[in-house]
Structure formats: structure tokens, C-alpha cells
């Protein structure tokens, strides 16, 4: 008995000891990382922004005020704290357009991802476990979209389908697949020859009980990585075709169509545009590190 209340008395002693090893462990690895939890946290503030617009917005982004156009920054002569990154050139006040302009990329962006990655690893997952015909046919879709310019692909779903927030989340969608489809094939053929792939089919499990419950879980942090990069590149790809004319259509919001607005002030009235140019570059920015950060802290190779 008394050697029982001694091993406990031990264990006692030492719980605290662990987790606070534990926590020291933690915090060094986020100090590692801090680049990456510094811009998580302005990501956050971004889609908070984007998520409350309508409560954070001082006016209504579709309201025309042509007694105010083109209005300086606040700090600028003749700015307004009534407007304070300025209006464009029919009076529309620019925070308020960039906040709101922020719910369609990210949008899109995210929607985008989703099409893409859902698409694009199930036909990896298949094209890698199934190999002969089933890869050769994926494969040769594969690259068949591959060869497609990405303009001219946006070219003809848009002149068929016409510009759309939906079009546009269809076109960026496809034109990602391929990248998840040839990452995951190849990370499925090395998995499918290891041994308890081996091991399950020679239990009888079922080739959906193989891919979906062994394969699939294997590239779960491959696939995170892979597509909170991806959304940076949406980003970018969405405000190049809405900056074209190809994207969602004014008057609503987007921070391409008001980088397209405002190349012709440029020269005059400079903040139209650098204001949704300065603010897909923080986002990009930000979700590229929160990307980087989180490759780097499901890599098990990485941990301390």
C-alpha cells in the first residue's frame, strides 16, 4: 500500500512538470511561427471586417454623391473625416467599397477552393488507387485543361454563361483542379503500396473503405496547405478578370472592378485604386504566411 501512495504521490509531482514542459514546448513553436500567428491575425481582422460590413461601413457603397467626387483621404487637403479614405468619381465612399469589395473576394476565393479541391482530390484519389485505364483517361483530362490558357478558358465560360458571382467561382474553380488531381495522384500511388493498404485489402475492406478511410486521411494536411495557398491565387485571379471587365459587374463592390475604375485617375486621384490594390496585397500577403506557417507546422519533420 505504501508503495501504491508513493507511485501516486509521483505521478502527482510530475503532472504539473509535464504540462508545463508541454506549454513551454508550445509557446516556442508559436515563437517559431510568429509570422505566421501575426498574419492569422490581421486575416482575421480582414474577414471580420468583411463578415460585419454592413455595421462597419459608414455609408451605403452603392450611394452616388456627385457633390463629393473624387474627395482626398482625410489627412490629404480638402479630405473629410466624413469619408476618410476619399470617394471615387461619382461620390461613392472608398472604405466602405473596400470593406464590402473584401465579402466578394474572400468569397470567391473560398467557394472557388472548395469547387476545386473537392473536384480535383477525388479524381487524384481515384486516378492513384485505380491506376491503368481509370489514370490514363483522368490524366489525359488532366492535361488536356492543362494546355488551356486560363484568359481564354474565363473567355468562353463567360461569353456562354455571361459574368456572374457564380460564373466567376465555377471558372476559377476549374482552372485549379488540375493541381490537386496530379498533387494527389501522386501522393496516392506511394500510399497505396505501403503495408496497411495491403494489409486492408487482404481483410476484404472495400475499395471506398480503403481510399476515404485510410488514403484520404493521409492527405488531409497536404490538401489544408495546398488550398489556403490556393485561395491567395483565387484572390488575385479573380480581381485580374474583374480589373478586365470579365468578373462580378459594377456597381457591386469588387476590388478588381474598382482597381479597373481607377486606372484612369491615377494620376489625379491615385487612392480609387491603390486603396483595393493596397488591400488584396495585405490579404494575399497574409494568407500566403498563415499558409507557410501552417505547412511548416503540420510537417512532422518541423516539430522540436
Known amino acids: 500500500m505504501a508503495s501504491v501512495a508513493a507511485k501516486v504521490a509521483l505521478e502527482a509531482r510530475e503532472a504539473p512538470a509535464s504540462r508545463s514542459r508541454t506549454r513551454r514546448i508550445t509557446l516556442r513553436r508559436l515563437w517559431r511561427f510568429k509570422w505566421g500567428v501575426a498574419a492569422a491575425a490581421v486575416l482575421l481582422v480582414i474577414v471580420g471586417s468583411a463578415v460585419f460590413a454592413p455595421w462597419l461601413a459608414p455609408h451605403n457603397p452603392l450611394t452616388v454623391d456627385i457633390q463629393h467626387r473624387l474627395s482626398p483621404p482625410v489627412w490629404m487637403a480638402g479630405g473629410t473625416t466624413a469619408h476618410l479614405l476619399g470617394t471615387d468619381q461619382v461620390g461613392r465612399d472608398l472604405f466602405s467599397r473596400t470593406i464590402y469589395g473584401g465579402r466578394v473576394s474572400l468569397v470567391i476565393g473560398v467557394a ?6 473537392s473536384i480535383g482530390v477525388l479524381l487524384g484519389l481515384a486516378a492513384g488507387y485505380f491506376h491503368a485505364r481509370v489514370d490514363w483517361t483522368i490524366m489525359t483530362l488532366v492535361n488536356v485543361m492543362l494546355t488551356f490558357p486560363f484568359v481564354l478558358l474565363a473567355l468562353a465560360v463567360i461569353a456562354v454563361l ?4 457564380v460564373n466567376m467561382i465555377i471558372v476559377l474553380g476549374i ?3 488540375p493541381l490537386y488531381a496530379r498533387v494527389v495522384r501522386a501522393e496516392t500511388l506511394a500510399i497505396r503500396e505501403r503495408e496497411f493498404i495491403m494489409a486492408g485489402r487482404a481483410l476484404g475492406m472495400s475499395h471506398p473503405r480503403i ?30 478578370l474583374s480589373f478586365l471587365g470579365l468578373g462580378v459587374q459594377p456597381p457591386t463592390p469588387a476590388w478588381g472592378n474598382m482597381l479597373g475604375e481607377g486606372r484612369v485617375y491615377m494620376l489625379n486621384s491615385w487612392w480609387i485604386a491603390a486603396f483595393p490594390g493596397l488591400a488584396i496585397f495585405v490579404t494575399t500577403l497574409a494568407i500566403n504566411l498563415v499558409g507557410n506557417a501552417l505547412r511548416d507546422w503540420l510537417d ?4 522540436l
Open 162 to 165: 455571361g459574368p456572374s458571382l
Open 112 to 117: 472557388a477552393v472548395l469547387v476545386s479541391s
Open 175 to 177: 482552372a485549379d483542379l
Open 300 to 303: 512532422p519533420h518541423m516539430k
Open 211 to 240: 481510399i476515404f478511410r485510410q488514403i484520404l486521411p493521409n492527405l488531409v494536411s497536404l490538401i489544408v496547405v495546398i488550398a489556403t495557398l490556393q485561395v491567395a491565387r483565387v484572390i488575385i485571379l479573380e480581381s485580374f
